[in-house]
Each structure stands twice: as C-alpha cells, then as structure tokens.
C-alpha cells in the first residue's frame, strides 16, 4: 500500500486492500510479534462526533503496536466550541502526534483535513460519506468466512445513508462479486453511489425491495440498521423496518453456508436467537477491527510498506 | 448595453460587433440567458472599473438566441474561459488587438474547475467556514465536489461562487 493517508475506500486497488488483509491475518496470527513495531508512536484521536467502538478498536491497536494515543475529547470541552476551523484543528494536533484519527459530521472533512497535514490520516467516518476503516475490517471478515472471489452478496437496510455500505461496495468492486442491494424504496443507495458502481468494470449490481427475491442465492448477507428518524412517524418506520428483520424463520430459505454481518450497533434488525448459529459473523467482525486497524496503522507508519 | 443598432442577422453584423473593442476578449455564442453568469464565473462585476458591454439574447445563426460579452483591455486565457463551459459550451473566445481578432478558439472542458462554484450539499465540509477552494470533477454530464462527491447535473450556473 503507497499512499499517504486513507480517506476512502475508493482508493484502494486490489493490491492495497490485500496488502492490508494479508498483514492483518499475519497480526491476527501471531499478535505478539507486532508488539513493539511502533514503541513511543502517539496517534491522535479526533473524534467530532461521538464513537464507541472504532474510538477503542484504534486505540486498542495503537496500543497492541506498542504505541500510545492523544484524545481530542468530546468537542464541548474542546476549542472547537470556540469556533476553531478543523483545518486548524488538524494542523495544531498534527504537531502532538504521529497519525491522525478523524471522525467528523461533514462529507469530505477527512479529504479536506489531510490536505492540511503531512502525518498519515485516517478517515474515521465523515457524515453520510466514508468510513473506509471499517471496509477493511468488512472485506477482512467476508474474506475469513466467505472468500472474496466469485461472491455473491446481499447488502440489506438503509443503503441511503449508510457510509459503511457505500465504502464496502465500492471495495467490493474490486473483486469478482455480485452484489444485491435490499432496501425499502426510501432508503436505496444514492444515486451518485451507483453512478460510481457504474464506472467500475464488469461490476455486477441489482437493487430489490425484498430480501426473498435473492436470499438463497446469497454467500454474505450484510445488514444494516433502519434508523427511526429516517421517517417522518413511527407508524411508517414500523411497517418498513418490520420488512428488514431477519430471524430463524427468514433463514429458512438461506444457504447453510450463509455468512451474516453486521456493522453493529444492531436494535432488532437481527433477532438474537441467530447469534448462536453458524451464520452469525458480526462479532468476529467487531473483535477483526483490532487487527485490521492494527495493519493499517502499521502500513501507514511505515511509510507505506511493510517490513518483510 | 446592447448595442440596438446591429441586431440584424449575418457575418457582417458578426464582424461589427466582435470590431468593436480595441484590445481585449469578446466571448461570443453564449447560451441566452448566461452573460451575467459568464461575468460572474470571470470575477468581472465592473467594480475594477473594466469596460464591459453584454448582449443578451441577440439573434444568432448558431444558437436561435445567444449572448456576447466584450471585454476591453483583458485577455482571457484558455484556463479561464475552459471554466465556462459548464454554462457556455458553445462559446467562442476572440482575442482583440487593435480592433482586430488575432486569436479565436472554442472553450474546450476542463477536467477539474477551482473556486469558481460552491457545493450545493449542506453537509459537504467545503460549506462549512473552512479555508478551503471548492473543487469539482467535470463529468461527461455535470459537476462532482471533489470532497463530498455531490453529483450536480441541472442549474450549475446557480452554483456560481459569486463572492
């Protein structure tokens, strides 16, 4: 991987992302011995939005390298109240640390902020737009399970504003996949997401309304939450969000093999009696987020290339 | 503005008009309707105290109706006058000196415009107070902010960045 800063998965070819999933399973493997790759090394948090668990999967693998991290905090208590451009932000901390984490609610922010900074920034999430880290620990886990080759796939519930389904799609594109994309009407993937799919060549894929249409077909079947305020009453949400649930009945029709992710946090999307099955993927997908951001770290702190 | 007497049709009318300034840019065959917005993509709002004359609307034989902006004493380079074909793509630019045209070349796409239209998206980091210059992808069919990825394909000339 020879790039600077990650800041959506668009960038990525097929040799990055593989760059990335092969250190990653080498870390996985044998987490010790990536130890003390990166002693003394500070990575900067910046989380303008509120975040839980990528927050702690950096910081868990910063730490696991042998580094340490710097937190902005929560914007209320920091100088951003005061009115501050992120483009200072970014250009002060960068001064405190050796990489950057950047959460922010505005589209393009990790794009802009990484034109104000030489150390390697990683996009943690910019509104509706990327979060091409957690792509990575997606493609990690479809790989583990399903293989990333001649896969089918079926990407399920809101595909309008999920950042993780527009970056993981793009990726996807990279490999030889047929992708489904299940969405009430309301929620389809934006159209500038599949303008994009377009582009991409011999990119296979469909949009449905229902999940029955494809399910037996499906290697991977990736679901994301249908958020309430998405709709104007509650009436309304309920009747669509009912269509998006998935439980030990709806598998029915499923491959044996089947492999279901989920980003998480889950409300009831995906009922807990699938948690002891063989389908449930989506903790082991949380718990790759260590080790993948632990490969890209390690990447990026290396100026790109891994010590082999 | 309009200079009322040459609005009849034919080259000689053609001839007439793009003579008339001694040195400077005529940008002739603009969609009717996009001289103010022509003016606006360029910066030029007179306040530099340029001389400037707009057509708008005069018969054409290319277009059925068509803007001309003149400029005197400004040559445009082909950077800025490839930025108007967001609005102008049929525009032709004319190189004045001493009345007459010693350069004309069309506007050709570029495949990146800068500072010249703001981002319709709200939520696009670029609308946000930041120090940063707009950018946009030229598409076959529109316009894509570089940092939000905002496709916008009718009604650019309402994203001209007029401060």
Same mark, same amino acid.
């Given at each position: 991987?020879?790039?600077?800063? /990650?800041?959506?998965?668009?960038?990525?070819?097929?040799?990055?992302?593989?760059?990335?999933?092969d250190?990653a399973a080498e870390i996985?493997?044998?987490?010790?011995?990536?130890a003390?790759?990166?002693t003394?090394a500070?990575?900067?948090?910046?989380f303008?939005?509120?975040?839980?668990?990528?927050?702690?999967?950096?910081?868990t693998?910063?730490?696991?390298?042998?580094?340490?991290v710097?937190?902005?905090?929560?914007?209320?208590?920091?100088s951003?109240?005061?009115?501050?451009?992120? *483009?200072d932000?970014?250009r002060?901390?960068e001064?405190?640390a050796?990489a950057?984490? =950047?959460?922010?609610?505005?589209?393009?922010a *990790?794009?802009?902020?990484?034109?104000?900074?030489?150390v390697p920034l990683?996009?943690?999430?910019d509104?509706?737009?990327?979060?091409p880290?957690?792509?990575? /620990?997606?493609? %990690?886990?479809i790989?583990?399970?399903?293989? =990333?080759?001649d896969?089918?796939?079926?990407?399920?519930?809101?595909l309008?504003?999920?950042?993780?389904v527009?970056?993981?799609?793009?990726?996807?594109?990279n490999?030889d996949?047929?992708?489904?994309?299940?969405?009430p009407?309301?929620?389809?993937l934006?159209?500038?997401v599949?303008?994009d799919l377009?582009?991409?060549?011999?990119?296979?894929?469909?949009e449905?309304?229902?999940l029955?249409?494809? =399910?037996?077909s499906?290697d991977?079947? %990736?679901?994301?939450?249908?958020?309430?305020?998405?709709?104007?009453?509650?009436?309304? %949400?309920q009747k669509?969000?009912?269509?998006?649930?998935i439980?030990?009945?709806?598998?029915?029709?499923?491959?044996?093999?089947?492999?279901?992710?989920?980003p998480?946090?889950?409300?009831d999307?995906?009922?807990p009696?699938?948690?002891?099955?063989?389908?449930?993927a %989506?903790f082991?997908?949380?718990?790759?987020?260590?080790?993948?951001?632990? *490969?890209?770290?390690?990447?990026?702190?290396?100026?790109?290339? *891994?010590?082999? | 503005?309009?200079?009322?007497?040459?609005?009849?049709?034919?080259?000689?009318?053609h001839?007439l008009r793009?003579?008339?300034?001694q040195?400077?840019?005529?940008i002739?065959?603009?969609r009717?309707?996009?001289?103010?917005?022509v003016l606006?993509i360029?910066?030029i709002?007179?306040?530099?105290?340029? !001389?400037?004359s707009?057509g708008?609307?005069?018969p054409?034989d290319?277009?059925?109706?068509?803007d001309?902006?003149?400029? !005197?004493? &400004? !040559?445009?380079?082909?950077?800025?006058?490839? +930025?108007?074909?967001?609005i102008?793509?049929?525009?032709?630019i004319?190189?004045v000196?001493?009345?007459d045209?010693?350069?004309?070349h &069309?506007?050709?796409?570029p495949? +990146?415009?800068?500072?010249v239209?703001?981002c319709p998206n709200?939520? $696009?980091?670029?609308?946000?107070?930041?120090?940063?210059?707009? &950018?946009?992808?030229?598409?076959?069919?529109?316009?894509?902010c570089?940092? $939000?990825g905002?496709?916008?394909?009718?009604g650019?000339?309402?994203?001209?960045?007029?401060?």
């Open positions: 991987m020879r790039h600077d800063h /990650l800041i959506t998965s668009k960038q990525l070819s097929r040799a990055d992302i593989e760059t990335v999933l250190r996985a493997d044998d987490p010790a011995a990536a003390d790759r990166h003394n500070l990575l900067g948090l910046l303008f939005e509120p975040s839980t668990r990528t927050k702690m999967s950096f910081e693998a910063m730490k696991r390298l042998g580094g340490n710097v937190d902005m905090g929560s914007v209320e208590s920091s951003v109240k005061k009115g501050e451009t992120l *483009a932000t970014v002060v901390i001064g405190y050796d950057l984490v =950047l959460r922010h609610p505005k589209q393009g *990790a794009a802009m902020a990484s034109e104000f900074v030489d990683l996009n943690a999430g509104g509706a737009g990327h979060h880290t957690q792509t990575m /620990l997606d493609l %990690y886990t790989r583990e399970n399903a293989g =990333l080759d896969l089918t796939i079926g990407i399920m519930g809101d309008k504003y999920g950042r993780t527009h970056s993981l799609a793009y990726a996807l594109t490999f996949t047929r992708q489904h994309f299940i969405s009407e309301s929620l389809q934006p159209r500038e599949v303008y377009h582009q991409q060549d011999d990119t296979q894929i469909r449905h309304e229902a029955e249409s494809v =399910l037996s499906l991977v079947l %990736y679901v994301t939450r249908i958020q309430r305020e998405r709709f104007p009453d509650e009436n309304e %949400y669509v969000a009912g269509e998006y649930q439980d030990l009945e709806t598998l029915e029709e499923a491959s044996d093999d089947l492999t279901i992710m989920h998480l946090p889950r409300v999307e995906i009922a009696e699938i948690d002891e099955t063989e389908h449930a %989506y082991e997908q949380a718990h790759n987020g260590v080790p993948v951001r632990m *490969a890209l770290l390690d990447l990026l702190l290396s100026g790109g290339e *891994a010590d082999e | 503005m309009s200079d009322d007497h040459d609005h009849h049709d034919g080259n000689a009318d001839e793009v003579s008339k300034i040195d400077g840019t005529v002739d065959h603009v009717g309707g996009q001289a103010l917005n606006a360029l910066g709002d007179g306040g530099e105290g340029e !001389e400037v707009v708008m609307n005069v054409s290319r277009l059925a109706r068509k001309i902006v003149k400029v !005197e004493d &400004r !040559e445009l380079s082909q950077d800025e006058v490839d +930025v108007l074909s967001l102008a793509p049929d525009a032709s004319n190189i000196r001493d009345y045209v010693v350069e004309k &069309r506007v050709e796409r495949d +990146v415009v800068e500072g239209l703001s709200a939520d $696009c980091i670029t609308t946000d107070g930041e120090p940063v210059t707009s &950018r946009f992808e030229v598409l076959q069919d529109g316009v894509r570089s940092y $939000c905002t496709i916008v394909r009718a650019i000339a309402e994203l001209i960045d007029t401060n």
